[in-house]
């Protein structure tokens, strides 16, 4: 039989319960507060939980919370007075299961009980059975049939309910924003709005009024008040799409808002608050951008709170015959085309490939060869790849590969690269870090070592 906490103050509504609980079969643990209630949790299996709003010290909506954190799939009954039903109403919001108003029926309490636990119980032999089947974890829309991946969304299904701050890395391309997607969907706040910013197609000069907003006249052109993003992602979920680019100066809003969430419009004076779940998404190296003082540290831990990482489609070559499949099927229906798959050999020659552009890559080529293709499958002449972004030869056996020349310590020949990178690039400072290999921050942090100026800077 199932094992229950009972989380009461009241000595006689405890005994009450818990002796006719016993009667029917339950093993019951009780507490008389949430911190008991919380060391029994650590201590024990529970199966389900019921609690009353109204406990000393930590109030049972906190502990509902903390609760949550531990395990986020244990059913909890709440109880509360007839006259705090909006409690009840936020208690539910917050992830209870159900709630009973006092005074209540022993008998309803037990069908509640019974109800709920048979919820759980059918929840729970369903992901038995998808994990029996192989199909564990499943998002709509991502195909993720490797290990790796299949961890990935294990993480993503465990942290999804809950409200913590989510750092994705990965290579570009590789889908964070699908990860980042699915985590809102299976959140709490999934009917709540997802707003998506990316930290570098904005310019500085407008990053921070786009993400918390500007009064009228806080600057030429503010004719009327607009809201920001993270207004505007309130009850929901805000998305930082490539969060090391961000400036210092705005860096140091996003830490305030995370610590507190709260932040003015630039060109107020007013505090708003906003109840919103952060995530972020980085190609970064952000410990390197800290080494180099271009990252705060302190924001990096806000943020870093449940990290994931997102494998690279060449460690997951495995998964590119379901991602093909997946992608004919996509583009064939939108296009009109009587597709059926793809010959054995273009899959070769797709599985052959390096895919440095990651997924994103894969599916620009199958939507180009759709497009291409004058045949009922796709074939090796439908496939267009492009080779300019081959991998680097490498090195032979006996060679060498790149060294400094001799005289030239490595610093000097990092400045020299750097410079030609510019020339390259007729001085565009965006263009010469994506030749590197760089962040803006971080190709800014080696100018300034070169002591050439940061035009952007003095304008501002």
């Not at 090391?244 to 995370?258: A, E, N, T």
């Not at 020659?349 to 895919?355: A, K, T």
């Not at 490595?410 to 690269?417: A, G, R, S, T, V």
Request: overall charge negative.
């Amino acid at each position: 039989m199932p094992t229950l906490l009972i989380v009461e103050d009241e000595a006689k509504m405890r005994r009450l319960l818990e002796l006719n609980l016993a009667e029917e079969g339950y093993t019951v643990h009780t507490a008389a507060d949430a911190e008991a209630g919380l060391n029994t949790l650590r201590q024990e299996k529970i199966d389900l939980v019921v609690t009353d709003l109204k406990l000393p010290g930590m109030n049972g909506l906190e502990f509902l919370q903390a609760v949550r954190r531990t395990n986020a799939t244990t059913p909890v009954v709440v109880m509360t007075a007839f006259g705090t039903v909006e409690t009840a109403v936020e208690a539910m919001k917050a992830g209870a299961s159900d709630y009973v108003l006092k005074p209540f029926s022993l008998e309803e309490m037990k069908l509640i009980l019974r109800k709920e636990l048979d919820v759980h119980r059918l929840r729970e032999e369903n992901r038995s059975l998808r994990e029996a089947l192989g199909e564990r974890y499943q998002f709509q829309n991502i195909v993720a049939r490797s290990p790796k991946m299949q961890e990935v969304l294990a993480t993503v299904e465990r942290v999804a309910p809950t409200n913590s701050t989510v750092l994705l890395g990965g290579e570009s391309g590789v889908g964070k924003d699908l990860i980042a997607r699915a985590i809102h969907e299976h959140s709490r706040r999934a009917a709540g709005p997802f707003i998506k910013i990316n930290c570098t197609a904005i310019p500085e000069n407008l990053l921070e009024s786009e993400l918390f907003g500007y009064e009228k006249g806080a600057f030429t052109g503010a004719n009327t008040a607009k809201p920001g993003r993270f207004e505007l992602a309130d009850k929901g979920t805000i998305f930082l799409d490539e969060i090391g680019d961000v400036p210092g100066s705005i860096q140091v809003k996003l830490l305030h808002v995370l610590q507190d969430r709260e932040f003015q419009r630039l060109g107020g004076t007013k505090t708003l608050k906003v109840d919103v779940r952060v995530l972020a998404a980085t190609n970064q190296d952000l410990r390197a951008a800290l080494e180099q003082g271009t990252f705060r540290e302190d924001l990096y831990y806000r943020l870093n709170v449940v990290p994931i990482s997102i494998p690279p489609l060449r460690e997951r070559k495995d998964e590119i015959p379901y991602l093909v499949d997946h992608f004919i099927a996509r583009f064939a229906r939108e296009s009109g085309k009587p597709l059926a798959g793809i010959t054995p050999a273009a899959l070769k020659l797709l599985m052959d490939f390096h895919w440095p552009g990651n997924v994103r890559e894969l599916e620009n080529i199958i939507e180009r060869a759709v497009a291409l293709s004058t045949g009922t499958v796709i074939d090796v002449g439908d496939i267009r790849l492009d080779i300019s972004t081959s991998r680097p030869a490498p090195v032979a056996a006996g060679g060498s590969a790149p060294f400094p020349p001799e005289g030239k310590t490595l610093e000097e020949f990092e400045d020299e690269i750097i410079r030609e990178a510019l020339r390259r690039a007729n001085g565009n400072k965006s263009q010469a870090a994506r030749l590197l290999g760089l962040s803006r921050n971080a190709l800014r942090y080696r100018l300034s070592k070169l002591g050439v100026p940061d035009e952007e800077e003095n304008r501002q």
